[in-house]
């Protein structure tokens, strides 16, 4: 079969183009062609050998499902961001033994704990494109025929995988938005457990305050360990498991840091979205971002309401309560720093060139046609958006109603071969199922879960009529009263609460989880019937743009060669590397940043309030000016995080940040304010990716809550760590 013109177009894009140094989530595959780019900016290594999965530093950096980490010794240890962890952290906290406010550090491996049963450490050693394997079967198909025919390919392709390789997790993800089809295995260790975190006032100091900000202080890192079964295969939790022994891992540098320096990331970026239309751009601008800001703010307001008064609430509601400041105070960003940049204006000048270059080219007028209907497909959305939204929050911000949909929809599918099933509900996936249900049981409290429902109530109910869903008004009824009666009723009488029956559910026949009397098991099931007619026009919508878009990719990708310009595949949970430099910031007129940050800092912030509240032991070792080995030579103090202009976005938290030799100078773990907008645009004037000093981390692990045991096995200086005993257990502020 011949390839696509747009993959023929990239491929002759990557071999003539100029590839710019701080912009670009490359993936490992392309970096052999930006080779001299790469050793112009100061890599000092192979750029060819990074395309290598099985090779370090590639096949040292694994995903977390959702935040990316690396091994930093042969023993299975693992780095990534603390707030990567805080659901970890959060679930092994109570309000008698608060690890988030304590900290925690295992001083043998015997006493390191769980991260949860739906934690993974996820390993990538194989990508592979089979784009024409996927679209075979979709041509000349259109809307819900185009997606049944990719979903089912790439479920085979999965299948086949995953036969061939059991311990492995596949996927299929596609590049340039349904224009190409690669085939990832990854190995799933499932056996993670919590090694070291410092308390919450060191890995999130300054918290939601200083969230996308610079200068910043935050120590934000934590320790993992992956663990295996003792034939060396990925196991569930098991006193009998044994630590990971990793292909590869990174090296910790010892050396300075100075502006200017090279500095490479690699890891798991979630999404981005430069190559959507104008429309998408507009659309982002003038209803997501503002609906955003304002359904995370009711909904942070409704859980402290819900939890008033409870500690223990507070503790179980710590983790969502995080991801939800994070989600809000992202969408401000965006939407300011997307209105800053003018961006829909520029989109639409883009598109206005592409437009005037494609009116030149041969195949003009298809493309021309199917960028239209796409357009038009991606028009019909908004008219059910709000809710859509609001429904799609009912299920994923609640813990027993979300999992009694779980149980209900699992029912279901369980019905058909498991080739037929819904994505998300095949036998490979009821472990994740399981383990979501497991950890509902420290991530619940009834008043705050009825809360949270009765303020997505309210806004449905405000919905034009014909966006009003039947089933919700079934269950909750049409107005306030009733809706307050429903929740009363269905959260006294259920006995979803209760983890062995859920788990009795997850493992019952479908008739009689279908027939299950619990008043949450009969409001999910009313609800599914919802679920199942959206999905339905979803799945023709979402096929018809797997089949259009192409045709707008053809047009930027074409537009941009005849510029001279890379186009590098928007970001999707895969493996992605970009490189530049330490670099300072000019945010505005008379205001320029430098691109470290030291312990100063921490001191200047304190106020022994909450979230500028440092401990007692960090405050007194910087008083003592007690730095060693770690203090930067230059600044005479210790250094707490830093700058670069490296393109990244959420799902590069915890990424390695190495030299230009390979070895690990830091963990991403934010983007500066101004450049909160670039998952939509880069813009090179403000982008910068903020990032913990390794340093700093040494100097802590040294000096202010010791872990010799963890120097020693990275191959550290301990730097008087081994002064005093490490703590037994949990490190008190």
């Known amino acids: 079969m011949r390839p696509s013109p747009v993959a023929a177009a990239l491929a002759a894009l990557l071999l003539s183009a100029p590839a710019v140094a701080d912009e670009g989530m490359w993936l490992p595959s392309q970096l052999p062609e930006v080779e001299s780019a790469m050793r112009d900016s100061g890599f000092q290594g192979d750029p060819g050998s990074l395309s290598d999965l099985s090779k370090p530093p590639m096949s040292a950096v694994v995903s977390l499902g959702g ?26 906290s109570t309000p008698e033994n608060n690890l988030i406010v304590d900290g925690f550090n295992a001083a043998t491996m015997a006493d390191e704990l769980s991260a949860g049963p739906g934690a993974r450490v996820l390993v990538t050693d194989r990508f592979e494109r089979i784009t024409d394997r996927i679209l075979a079967d979709a041509r000349g198909a259109t809307g819900r025929a185009y997606h049944d025919a990719v979903e089912a390919a790439s479920k085979a392709a999965v299948a086949e995988c995953e036969a061939e390789a059991p311990g492995y997790r596949c996927s299929v993800v596609d590049m340039y938005y349904g224009t190409d089809f690669h085939l990832v295995r990854q190995l799933e260790i499932r056996d993670v457990r919590l090694v070291y975190a410092p308390p919450d006032a060191i890995g999130s100091y300054g918290d939601e305050i200083d969230n996308f900000m610079w200068p910043r202080h935050s120590g934000d890192f934590t320790f993992y360990r992956a663990y295996v079964g003792p034939d060396g295969k990925p196991a569930a939790y098991s006193p009998d498991n044994v630590p990971f022994k990793p292909a590869a891992w990174l090296t910790v540098s010892t050396d300075p840091l100075a502006e200017g320096d090279f500095a490479m990331l690699a890891g798991y970026p979630g999404r981005t979205f430069r190559h959507r239309t104008a429309a998408e751009f507009a659309d982002q601008v003038e ?9 995370m703010s009711a909904l942070l307001a409704a859980i402290e309401r819900g939890s008033a008064g409870s500690a223990d609430a507070g ?28 961006a829909v204006a520029e989109r639409r000048r883009q598109e206005a060139a592409m437009s005037a270059w494609l009116a030149s080219q041969p195949d003009a007028a298809a493309t021309r046609a199917d960028i239209d209907a796409a357009s038009r497909v991606i028009a ?29 929809r699992l029912a279901l599918e369980r019905g058909k071969p498991d080739a037929e099933r819904e994505g998300g509900y095949q036998l ?46 079934q269950v909750f009824g049409a107005d306030a009263a009733a809706a307050d009666a429903a929740l009363d009723t269905l959260y006294a009488d259920t006995v979803l609460a209760s983890e062995d029956e859920r788990l009795r559910l997850l493992a019952a026949a479908p008739a009689e989880v279908q027939a299950s009397t619990d008043p949450l098991m009969r409001a999910a099931a009313t609800l599914l019937q919802a679920v199942l007619r959206f999905e339905d026009g979803d799945k023709a919508r979402a096929g018809e743009l797997l089949r259009l878009r192409p045709a707008y990719m053809r047009g930027m990708i074409g537009h941009a060669r005849s510029e001279g310009r890379a186009v590098y595949p928007d970001a999707n949970s895969t493996l992605r590397v970009s490189y530049g430099r330490i670099e300072s910031l000019q945010p505005r007129d008379a205001v320029s940043w430098a691109p470290l940050t030291t312990v100063e800092g921490i001191v200047e912030k304190h106020t022994g309030v909450a979230p500028f509240d440092a401990p007692g032991p960090l405050r007194d070792a910087i008083a003592r000016r007690d730095f060693g ?105």
């Open 315 to 342: 503790v179980r509601y710590a983790a969502q309560v995080a991801s939800l400041k994070n989600t809000l105070k992202r969408a401000q960003g965006e939407l300011d720093g997307l209105r800053r940049s003018d």
């Open 428 to 473: 490979r996936d009821e472990a994740r199922i399981e383990a979501a249900l497991r950890q509902a049981q420290r991530r619940y409290a009834p008043e705050v879960e009825r809360a949270i429902l009765s303020e997505l109530l309210a806004r449905h109910r405000a919905l034009p009529a014909d966006q009003r869903v039947p089933e919700i008004e």
């Open 629 to 733: 080995a770690t203090a930067d030579p230059g600044l005479g103090t210790q250094t707490v995080n830093f700058l670069t202009n490296l393109d990244t976005t959420g799902g590069n938290s915890g990424s390695p940040v190495m030299d230009a030799r390979g070895r690990l100078i830091g963990l991403n773990f934010d983007s500066n304010w101004e450049a909160v907008s670039a998952s939509w645009k880069f813009d090179p004037r403000y982008k910068r990716a903020i990032h913990v000093d390794a340093r700093y981390m040494r100097w802590i692990m040294a000096r202010v809550y010791p872990a010799p045991q963890l120097l020693a096995e990275m191959g550290l200086p301990l730097d008087g760590a081994d002064r005093g005993p490490a703590p037994a257990a949990a490190a008190g502020r």
């Open 287 to 295: 209803w997501q971002l503002p609906s955003r800001v304002e359904l």
């Open 380 to 408: 019909s959305a908004r008219a059910t958006r709000e809710r859509d939204q609001l429904f799609g929050l009912m299920q994923a911000q609640t813990q027993l109603l979300g999992g009694a949909m779980r149980l209900q």
């Open 67 to 92: 935040c990316t980490a690396s091994f930093v010794s042969p023993k299975g240890l693992v780095v990534t961001n603390h707030h990567c962890a805080h659901g970890a952290i959060q679930l092994n």
